[in-house]
């Protein structure tokens, strides 16, 4: 197997998660670097000849910090992983195991994803299958898999959310296949970086820019989108929204 690099954008809201999520990915021999950018501008003293650490010189955002890790990655195969989630040994070599040429972006499936308010010991590795979806599911962006050349750079603009939406977006246009992984769980501690209320205004500018560059005119009389805090469905032009609050 090719070798992986794994990007991993925080703000160090929980570094115990944090380091326990690097120690596991330490231990998989076909990961031979771990980007972490680090958006807390803290730095990081974890001794470890895997850890390549960028201190940029403000918190870049999600989207951003993403299209910086990708450019850094010294490898083909590329996993972006939130820093809020538990990991089993070997996670990402046994995922890359099952990725083929013809598939676009791997993320997740939402029914494997166990949320937690507490530090769990890592899960047991289950039997992973990778499965074709038509569009994006809840939780897909909690950790993603992928090919270097089927990243499309996400617009700069887009600081938190979307960011997978725009994957998806970009690979389908190319023709090139979405899957999701299932058979494998993974724990979520939660949204530490992008729950905050005050981030509200931002949602809400990512939200009107994604739409902007990727609707067309037929879009506006028939679509169906997954946003950012709900389930938009246009008929004729009309808009039907329901709302809930999204985990990503």
Known sequence: MNLISVVIPTLQKNKELLLNLIKMLEKDSNVSEIIVIDN???????????????????????????????????NDNVAILND?????????????????????????NIDYVKETQE??????????????IPNRCMGWGIALFFNKSNYIEIPDDLKIFYGDDWLIYQNKKRKKKIYSVSGQEIYHYGSLSSASSSLNEIAKNDEKLYKKLTRNWKNRLFSFDLLYKGIVITILGIKFSFHYEKKH
């Open 119 to 132: 530090i769990l010991p890592s899960p047991q590795a289950g039997e992973i299958n990778l499965v074709e």
């Open 84 to 108: 809020d989630i538990t990991v089993p040994e070997n996670f990402c070599s046994s995922i890359f195991e099952k990725i083929t040429d013809d598939m676009g972006i791997v993320g997740y």
């Open 40 to 74: 807390s501008l803290k730095g990081l003293d974890y001794p470890s000849d895997k850890i390549k650490l960028i201190t940029p010189p403000a918190n870049l955002f999600v989207n951003p910090s993403w299209n910086l890790g990708v450019k850094s990655a010294a």
